[in-house]
Nanobody, 122 residues
Framework: VQLQASGGGLVQPGGSLRLSCAAS????????MGWYHQAPGKQRELVAA???????NYVDSVKGRITISRDNAKNTVYLQMNSLKPEDTAVYYC?????????????????WGQGTQVTVSS
């Protein structure tokens, strides 16, 4: 199982970006999915999460500016980021709780994507 994140880049303050994270492999189902970010010198922290049923939660600092969504048919989670601020600058990682066939066995594991850099600067 792999998670492939994409969509990061350089954007001016007030701009928008859309991150995507697609899961692939011998997947049976995906439970919770989420996005985390890690700024230089800081710990990785949760930005937003979404359940298999579509319930969402967000860290207070992004409420109203960032939306998490998922396409279960494509095994993909998205993060739409609007009104970006310099303090949003970080590496963004996706994470998913996935039920999959691993070495012939049904397993439930957390998987991380490789990270995508978001830089908000003028």
């Amino acid at each position: 199982v792999q998670l492939q994140a994409s969509g990061g880049g350089l954007v001016q303050p007030g701009g928008s970006l859309r991150l995507s994270c697609a899961a692939s492999g011998s997947i049976i189902s995906i439970n919770g999915m989420g996005w985390y970010h890690q700024a230089p010198g800081k710990q990785r922290e949760l930005v937003a999460a979404i359940t298999s049923g579509g319930s969402t939660n967000y860290v207070d600092s992004v409420k109203g500016r960032i939306t998490i969504s998922r396409d279960n048919a494509k095994n993909t989670v998205y993060l739409q980021m609007n009104s970006l601020k310099p303090e949003d600058t970080a590496v963004y990682y996706c994470k998913a709780d996935i039920v999959a066939i691993v070495s012939g066995n049904r397993e439930v594991n957390n998987y991380w994507g490789q990270g995508t850099q978001v830089t908000v600067s003028s």
